[in-house]
Structures are given as structure tokens and as C-alpha cells.
């Protein structure tokens, strides 16, 4: 049937991986695996180069090309949070701290990844959105990405050296931003001045996407930042809080304004972003289908109440591509990488088809970023992550939505629909998306908001400093490359080495979860509650997809902080209670012409006792959508009462029947 879940959510695989595989070239990440040590950790390099050599090379090329340092530190940031990533090239082909585009190597580079193709869970999330190609050579690539060719012009340095020699590549970037202010005419050495360099920095050919990038770079001057990289460098930049730059030049640069949206349409952007339209069709294609979305009127007719965050496991040019074919499925905005240019292709108060769950898609915003869960340098940049968590909160605000991990989820967070779903469900953006930059970004950092006896924590570990061993991101069993991660490991045991917890959906036979970067079975992220079931020493173990899972959280490096909130409990008198992947109504609730949606139980069982962090409480719906013609489409509302429950990485959802709801607190 048309309207069911298991023809939308996904929609045919073999029809979805031939558009995927039709669309065009995609740049990939060069992705380095890391020896492991006895213990499992990666071994140290040979050598490291002292722990300060990054900053003094940002000031060593300042120098040399007269740019102020503190705005090469700032645009450095905006492109790569300072790291280098092992000479790694980006999703749009860009190289070092500065992120110099060489896009022709890049692709010429990139290996041959298997990632979600050859998983053993059978996900599909990665093959529905890659396509292997080749770049012909005869293809004139734009000059945003072939900075790096200009780069070696300016500095007399070999390409080689700008891709993979950090100082080489801080001193391509200064002289790229010295050339561009000498065509603007001006000589000073005052940050205030460069705003027209730096926004012709980012490669934008439109005024508002340029400005945009500017005004990030300027609010990082202002701030100030400290880091220390993924290659163990500190880098400071000092805060400069009444640095007002000249914005005047940017009408020296002779950029485009931004066109409308050629339909008419009103593009659902906050005004500090650049946003494009880029719709997605909605039309008919032969034996009675259509796509790729449907008509809805939210929020008047369905309520919002999540933002679901992907990754685009392709490039920009490709990702567009794909969602304007009807055969394919679709989302609701794309942000890219390079400048965190945003591209909206369905009205928000649309359903996109994106999170392989009808009810979610139902009820949520997709919006897909571009880059690579499976690559640890998939560089998410700063732009992207800025640009995000603006359309973010302009949405939270629209929707009237809290800024919380119950609201704003990953894909990876999504449940199954019914028990044969699970191994399929998508597993982006994946370990390596920085929860928490993104969250402080947002103006909600999270934070300790109760006592030990608070009876929920909430997960935090370092980014930067917490690097748990990853396989599987260029073949099976391989280790991936070391790389700060978002998320903690779960055990049967408080020991490093006891098993890792297991998940049935993923292996009924109860055999535990790897450490497969695709593997969700055992993975706890940050911004996620759960409920405390006991604290032994240095470990900590929450209620888990019905089982105890213990984490490392030592005191002197904990990787979470202790909260407070709402709990479900199995209520009283019974002996466990099921979890279902989506809050449908109950059978009485459906008119006559509209199919009864069965009500599936996943295979968790929640035992008494334990418990179990709340985010929404939501009734039971369902939106009836089978055909093109907008007067079958209905809204099913039932009486049955569901609350959205951290039950495992993923969320999931119980009956207001079968719990009590009480306070965390002890």
C-alpha cells in the first residue's frame, strides 16, 4: 500500500542505490587507519613536533605575508578548528589548518571506503547516498576549489608540501589572504581592516554567504578560542570583545546578491545565514507514484517536536542532485561543509522523507550536512556547525521546541519501526559529530544540573581528549584513524575488559556488540540522560535497552555529569513492559477508508525496577498519505498516550498505560 511505513521508510533500496550510483563524483576523505597498542589505544607516532609548533607557525606566517596574526588564527578556526587531520582533504577538497582546495587530487586520492556498504548489520545508510566516480580531466573545476593551486604560486612552495606540512599550509593560507588584500588596495595592520580579505576568503560568489563566513570569523576574533588539536597542539587566540570590523568593504568585492527562490516560495532561514532554495519535486512519475515529500500543514495539523541531524555521506554537488530526482527520498535543508552555505529544498511544514521512520518523519525536520560519519577527518567545519546551529534555533524557535538531545537528534538516534527495521536504520552523523561544540553553539553547553543523588547523568566526555579505537572505517576490522568521539563505550561489567553490552535488535542471539563504527549496539553519546542503576569506583552503569551498561567516568576525566528529571519505571505489578518504535494510535482511533496501523513491539523489555530518561509526551498519531492527490491525505489522532524514552542509543517509545512517571531524584 502506498501510504504504509514499509513503502516509505525506506523507500525501494535497489531503486534508491541506482539513483545514488547514477548521480556523480563524490569527494571522499583520505582516511588513514592507526596501528593499536596491547591495550587497544592507537600507538603515539614516532614523533610528535613540540606541543606549541602550530601557534608559532601562524604567527611566523603573519609575519612574513603581514597579515595580523589573530586573523589568521580566526579564519584557521572557521575552516578547521586549527587541526590538520593527518593531510587529510576535505569533503570539498580542501587541505591543512587553512583548508587550501586541491579537489582534483583530492578525488584522484580517495580510496575505495566500504563503510555502511559491507557492514554486517546490512545498512544501507551509507550506499544510498554514495556514487564511485572518477573527475575527468578535462572538468574546470571552480576556483573555490583550487585554492591551493594559487596558494603554491604565491609561496613557491610544492603542492605536496601545502597539502601535508601544517606550517606550509598556514603560510598558503596568509598569503592567499595578503593577495586578496592587496586588490582591495589597502595596507594596515589592523584586524578591523581585513573584513573584505576574509570574506573573499571563503570562496563564496554571493555577498550574503561571504558576509556570512566574515562575520563567523569576526565573532571567533571577538570571543577568543583555545584548543588543543587532534595532534596534540594548543593553539590560543585572545579575545578581542570591541573589535568592530569595516563591513563596508564587502561592497568592494563585487559579489552576486542572492537570488530568490524562483517558485515564489519564502525560504524558512534565520537572517544571519545564507540560504538558498534548491526544492525538492513534488510531481508524478509513471505507475502511479510520486515524490519525494509530502504536502502537509504543520504545525497545524501535526505537531513538530524533533530536528533529526544527518550527513550527506557525499558531496555538495552530488547531495543536490540527488534531492531534486523524485525517485529518490528527500530532507528538508542541506548545509555545506566548505561555508556553511544553506540550501533548503522542502517547506518545513512538509513531511521529507528522511529519517527511515514514517511517525518521525511525521513529526520532525531533517537536515542533512555535508561530510562522512565513517571517516575521522570527515571535517565537520566550524561554518557548518555555526550555520547549523542558527537554522537550528530559528527552527527550535518556530516550533517551540527546547534546546535539549530529546528535541535535537542524530539520525543514529532514530528507532527502528518494527523488529525486521532495526539492522537497517541509519547510523549518521555518527561518533565522530561533536554534540557538544554544537550544543554550546546553540547556547545550551551542557552542564551538571544536579547531585550524585540527582539519579540521572547526562553524557559529556573531552571531544578532543576522549578517543575511544573505532574499526571498520576503510575495511572490516581495520582500525580507523585516532580521532576525538562524542560518545562512550557500554559494558556488561565495570572493566575495560568485559564484553560489550548487546543489543537484539542488531544480533538477536545476544552476542555482544564491536566496536564497528557503524555499530550503535553499545554507544552512549553526548547529550543523552539516562537513568544511574549503580556507581562502582571509576564506572558507572545506566538502564540500557533493559540491562545494566556500564561507562568509564573517573573523576579527574568524567565523561558525564550528574542530572535531574523525569523517569519511567514498568509500572507496579508488572513484570516487564514492551518498546515500540512509533507512537501510532490505537485501532478504534481509525476512520473507515484508513488502514489500521499495527502497533509492533520492538524486542526490548523493559524489567521493573528499572528506569529510564523521559523527553516528549506525545498521543498517538498517524498521517495517512497514500497518493498525490492531497484530499486522500488524513490525520489519525488517537487516545492512547505515549512518552519518548532514552532507552539505548536510540530513542524509543512507551505506553502512558504501562509506566509510572516520577522523579528522578533519590
Known sequence: MRGSDEKRTPRSRARRAATAVAAAALLLPLVSAAPSGPDGQPRAAAAQPAADSLQQAFADAAARYGVPRDVLLAVAY??????????????????????LTDARTALAERPHHSHGDEDPRGDDSRARKRAHARLPATTELPARLRTLERAARLTGLPAERLRRDPASNIRGGAALLAEEQRRLGLRSADPARWYGAVARYSGADDARTAAGFADDVYDVLRQGRSRTTGAGQAVTLPAAPGLTPDRAQLGRLGLRSAAAPADG???????????????????????????????????????????????????????????????????????????????????????????????????????????????????????????????????????????????????????????????????????????????RLLGKPFVRTAGPGGGLVTIRPDYDRHRPVYTDCEKPGQPCAPHGS?????????????????????????????????????????????????????????????????????????????????????????????????????????????????????????????????????????????TYDLSQHTVVRGQDVYYEIQVGHRVGYVRAADVDVRSSQR
Not at 572557521?78 to 583548508?99: I, K, N
Not at 517547506?347 to 513529526?363: I, S
Request: proline residues 9%.
Open 78 to 99: 572557521m575552516e578547521s578548528r586549527w587541526d590538520g587531520h593527518g593531510g587529510a582533504p576535505s569533503v570539498s577538497g580542501g587541505y591543512g589548518p587553512m583548508h
Open 486 to 626: 562524542a560518545a562512550v563505550r557500554l559494558h556488561t561489567a565495570p572493566s575495560a575488559s568485559a564484553p560489550l553490552v548487546s543489543d537484539i535488535g542488531l544480533r538477536p542471539d545476544g552476542s555482544p556488540s564491536t566496536t564497528g563504527v557503524n555499530d550503535t549496539g553499545a554507544r552512549a553519546t553526548t547529550g543523552q540522560r539516562y537513568a544511574v542503576a549503580e556507581r562502582r569506583g571509576e564506572w558507572t552503569a545506566v538502564w540500557y535497552l533493559g540491562q545494566k551498561a556500564w561507562f568509564h567516568n573517573p573523576p579527574k576525566q568524567p565523561t558525564a555529569v550528574d542530572a535531574k528529571g523525569l523517569v519511567i519505571t514498568p509500572k507496579a505489578g508488572r513484570a516487564d513492559i514492551p518498546v515500540y518504535g512509533r507512537a501510532y494510535p490505537e485501532a478504534a482511533a481509525y476512520p473507515a477508508g484508513v488502514p489500521v496501523q499495527a502497533v509492533t513491539p520492538l524486542p526490548y523489555k523493559l524489567l521493573s525496577g528499572q528506569r529510564y530518561a523521559v523527553g516528549n509526551r506525545v498521543r498517538g498519531e498517524y498521517f495517512y498519505a497514500p
Open 265 to 439: 516560495s519564502r525560504l524558512e532561514c534565520p537572517r544571519t545565514v545564507s540560504c538558498v532554495s534548491v526544492p525538492a519535486p513534488y510531481e508524478k512519475f509513471g505507475d502511479g507514484d510520486y515524490g519525494n515529500h509530502d504536502k502537509a500543514d504543520r504545525p497545524r495539523d501535526q505537531r513538530v517536536d524533533a530536528i533529526v541531524v544527518h550527513d550527506t555521506e557525499g558531496s555538495w554537488e552530488t547531495t543536490l542532485k540527488l534531492i531534486k530526482d523524485p525517485t529518490y527520498v528527500s530532507w528538508h535543508y542541506t548545509i555545506r561543509s566548505a561555508d556553511g552555505l544553506i540550501a533548503q529544498h522542502v517547506p518545513t511544514k512538509d513531511v521529507a522523507w528522511h529519517a527511515g521512520n514514517w511517525y518521525v518523519n511525521a513529526h520532525s525536520v531533517g537536515i542533512e550536512h555535508e561530510g562522512f560519519l565513517a571517516a575521522p577527518d570527515a571535517w565537520y567545519t566550524e561554518a557548518m556547525y555555526r550555520a547549523s546551529a542558527r537554522l537550528v534555533r530559528y527552527l527550535a524557535r518556530k516550533y517551540d521546541l527546547p534546546l535539549d538531545r530529546q528535541h535535537i537528534i542524530g539520525h543514529d538516534n532514530v528507532p527502528g519501526t518494527t523488529p525486521d527495521t532495526i539492522k537497517g536504520m541509519h547510523t549518521d552523523p555518527g561518533p565522530y559529530w561533536d554534540w557538544a561544540h554544537y550544543f
